[in-house]
């Protein structure tokens, strides 16, 4: 695979950098500890209850000089017994990030402090491997624990002079049913990004929305935030409900699994069309699935 840049959902005509921007995440981003992250839990607890999405989720985004960050925050339908398990290793994290539009590839290299994701980064649709954009992740578990999960991959350089990419999961109980997850990204850019971005936000990314409400109309119609913290806020939602496409699929048996993730990614993902419909569904599955066979065959390969 060649480092070219590629055309994705992002603030970059190229893309690839948007799409990394709903990927990776900032030191720092999460909390120290199950502490922490109960204590932000109940903060939120009256938007867990009452929100936009009529259902127990928040998602908040930030721009600040030089950076980007967004953060979802969620209770999933299964227990942390489940949650804890599943969201570590990385062929797991090769699941759920495939589920993506834009990830065309994902191989797990190495153990220990060499844990590595090879993530190839290409157009929301059919592309050669040999054409999509490389980057490798360190993987690490930070902490693992009967009730706290710390999960952090990260990769210090991207393209356009973009820095810092960090993804941070942590997953505490919720109650007996129940886990509580926090997703957090980041990502700083430098001047080439910045103008790659206005470039994109004032061509094909004008009319694309996130997920915040910003103000009303006066019938009521929710006005969306746009911009480059519409991009973030449009892939942690995407990135999200990969994670819980992942969840929900992993009590069954192994064979099933791939299948029914990618058809639960799908079905959320067209619960909001306004900000994230981007093909049919038969287009997607099809994609997916030579993707997936193409996945499975290079790790048979390298084994």
Known sequence: MNRRTVVTDSCFPAGTLLFLAALFFMPGAHGQDATALRARQSALHDQLANNQFQRPLVLESIETNGAL?????????????????????????CDILILHLNVKNCRARGSGADSILSVAIGRKFDQPLADAYEVDFAYHVAASSPDYLAVLLNADAGPLGTTNYRIVLEAIPFDAKSGFVHMSYSYAYGMAAQIAMQSYLATIGRNKVGFTIVERKPDGTPVYMRGVRGVVERNAMR?????????????????????????????????????????????????????????????????
């Open 69 to 93: 960050k967004g953060d979802v925050y969620a209770v999933v339908a299964q227990p942390y017994s489940v949650v804890g398990q599943a969201l570590q290793g990385m062929d797991h994290w």
């Open 239 to 303: 990135y999200y409900l990969a994670i819980e496409a992942f969840l929900d699929a992993y009590p069954l048996p192994t064979a099933e699994q791939p299948e029914q993730r990618l058809r639960n990614w799908f079905a959320a993902i067209e619960r909001h069309p306004l900000q994230l419909h981007d093909m049919e569904r038969e287009e997607y599955l099809s994609m997916k699935r030579r993707e997936l066979a193409q996945q499975q065959a290079m790790a048979v390969k390298a084994n």
